[in-house]
């Protein structure tokens, strides 16, 4: 009886570190494959503080022309996530700088930051999509 409790206690524990694994695994802050930064997933809410309360910063809209015709944020920069390797540099020229990346969802937004943190930007918070953007927008 007593073997059933113990082999019933270390599957439990496995079952938590796995759950704990996990959880840690889908935590906000990401990392390259050489261990760095890559990028922070940060809410609407967090990146419209940001907005107000600093200056040096590029709020970037992967979507397509089309979708930021219908409406975006203001001052947002457009370079489409399927041109992000080839513009990215001509647009965005220093690496260091605070850049806010949104498309509609949320799931280009990731891709595109991951694109970037690959390309060397160092300073890349992602806040997914325009969808859920309960702030103003331009059109």
């Not at 600093?54 to 979507?63: A, F, G, K, P, T």
């Not at 001052?75 to 605070?98: H, S």
């Amino acid at each position: 009886m007593v073997y059933m409790g113990m082999k019933h206690l270390s599957l439990r524990m496995i079952w938590i570190t796995a759950v704990c694994c996990l959880m840690a695994a889908c935590g906000p802050k990401l990392s390259n494959e050489n261990g760095g930064d890559a990028f922070m997933s940060i809410t609407a809410k967090e990146a419209k503080e940001i907005m107000e309360s600093e200056s040096n910063y590029v709020v970037l809209d992967v979507r397509t022309q089309e979708e930021y015709e219908e409406g975006h944020i203001a001052g947002a920069v457009l370079i489409p996530d399927y041109e992000i390797a080839e513009r990215a540099e001509e647009r965005l020229t220093n690496k260091e700088q605070l850049i806010l990346v949104y498309c509609r969802s949320g799931r280009r937004s990731k891709s595109a930051a991951a694109e970037l943190t690959a390309m060397g930007y160092k300073n890349i918070r992602e806040f997914g999509g325009i969808l859920d953007w309960p702030y103003d927008i331009e059109k």
